[in-house]
């Protein structure tokens, strides 16, 4: 068994009237269970010379899904401030946009493919999907 | 001045054994506003929502943020953690979408189980908000009264003007309004697919001693929102989910 811990660190001294900050701290485990994450894709890194339309990062067809609790990383490694990455669930389901710099760490029940879309030349990003092997 | 703040964000991703060799990931950056270098200045704050439900066959869906209600096409960001210790518990996180894929209307993005935490990017695509106006005409006096969405106002006088003025001045649960001369113009505080049903003349209830009347015109329909937050609890017992959303 697997043992994977994914931190988040957050913190601001004004974005709210006083300081904040906040740590918190998961370990990877398949769904309803104490048993690690089993698989991982390893992190993709890739620049597309042109821009991108619902481009498959992760496709659903090669996970087990539903009762499941795998785990998808993107980062828009970009640099600027406005070349943006809008992620998407397959089908037009808009997830939001990574400008320059952003990442994002979300659940994924493997039903649906991620996809990316891009509106600029040489953008950058880096993915990868942690994962469990069979359904819990 | 536009305010802006500093707000910055770490993920830090580590394994001994998921791999042949230790793995570690990092990633940090600081939460500009979309395509600038200033920072996201808004916050909901740190927050918990606890669900709880009578029995497991009337657990429903919570809507924990609405598209409209933020900017689109930002770089809004949110944070949720499942606060549950029983590894079986779980919440599952919907976006309303374009389409759906579960339950009619939305789309699941994964099951948040115990201890489980995400942050993503979010697009907080509203939708389109109804409208229509409402024009107070004809012969209206002293004491007649108007009544939409729960809201009745008894008219001080005969003016037609003055009677939208006081429509105007209300504060509907439904709808926001305007007013130019005797014709308000409400649009709603949501936007929702209504189907084909747009706000009619005979949703509105005029009693006059006249002919007053409150003729609907230009309605426009809804369309439902695409970024909805919802979330669901996996049990009817008490779960809690812990959020912030740092906005536009």
Same mark, same amino acid.
């Given at each position: 068994m697997a043992t994977t811990t994914a931190t988040l660190i957050l913190s601001s001294a004004d974005v709210t009237g006083h300081n904040f900050s906040m740590t918190q701290t998961a370990t990877l485990t398949k769904a309803a269970s104490s048993t690690g994450l089993d698989e991982f894709t390893g992190i993709t890194s890739r620049k597309y010379p042109t821009a991108q339309t619902d481009t498959v990062v992760v496709a659903d067809s090669i996970y087990v899904d539903t009762t499941v609790a795998h785990k998808v990383y993107i980062r828009n490694t970009s640099t600027g401030n406005s070349d943006y990455i809008l992620v998407e669930l397959e089908g037009d389901v808009i997830i939001g946009r990574l400008y320059p710099g952003d990442w994002m760490f979300i659940p994924y029940g493997g039903t649906l493919d991620v996809q990316v879309t891009t509106v600029a030349t040489n953008v950058s990003i880096e993915y990868g999907v942690f994962s469990q092997s069979t359904v819990s | 001045m536009a305010r802006t703040a500093t707000t910055t964000v770490s993920f830090s991703l580590s394994s001994s054994d998921l791999t042949s060799s230790a793995l570690n990931i990092s990633a940090s950056q600081q939460l500009k506003k979309a395509g600038s270098k200033l920072g996201l200045s808004q916050t909901t704050g740190l927050a918990i929502k606890t669900t709880s439900y009578a029995s497991a066959p009337v657990i429903d869906s919570t809507?924990?943020?609405?598209? +409209? +209600?933020y900017t689109a096409d930002g770089a809004n960001k949110i944070y949720l953690k499942n606060?549950?210790?029983? +590894?079986s518990e779980y919440f599952t996180v919907y976006l309303t979408g374009s389409g759906g894929t579960d339950g009619g209307g939305v789309t699941e993005l994964g099951r948040l189980y115990a201890g489980d935490w995400t942050f993503f990017p979010w697009n907080a695509t509203g939708g389109t908000k109804e409208t229509f106006i409402a024009t107070i005409a004809n012969t209206w006096a002293a004491g007649d009264t108007w009544e939409f969405d729960g809201i009745e106002i008894t008219a001080a006088d005969s003016t037609v003007a003055n009677i939208a003025t006081l429509i105007d001045e209300c504060q509907f649960p439904n709808w926001v309004t305007s007013r130019s001369t005797a014709a308000v113009t409400f649009v709603a505080r949501y936007a929702q697919d209504?189907?084909?049903v747009a706000t009619a003349t005979a949703d509105i209830t005029v009693v006059t001693a006249g002919d007053g009347d409150s003729v609907v015109s230009s309605s426009t329909l809804g369309t439902k929102s695409l970024s909805d937050i919802y979330i669901k609890p996996s049990v009817h017992t008490e779960m809690s989910l812990e959020h912030i959303l740092i906005h536009e």
């Open positions: - | 809507v924990l943020f609405r598209g +409209d +209600d606060l549950s210790t029983i +590894d209504a189907g084909t």
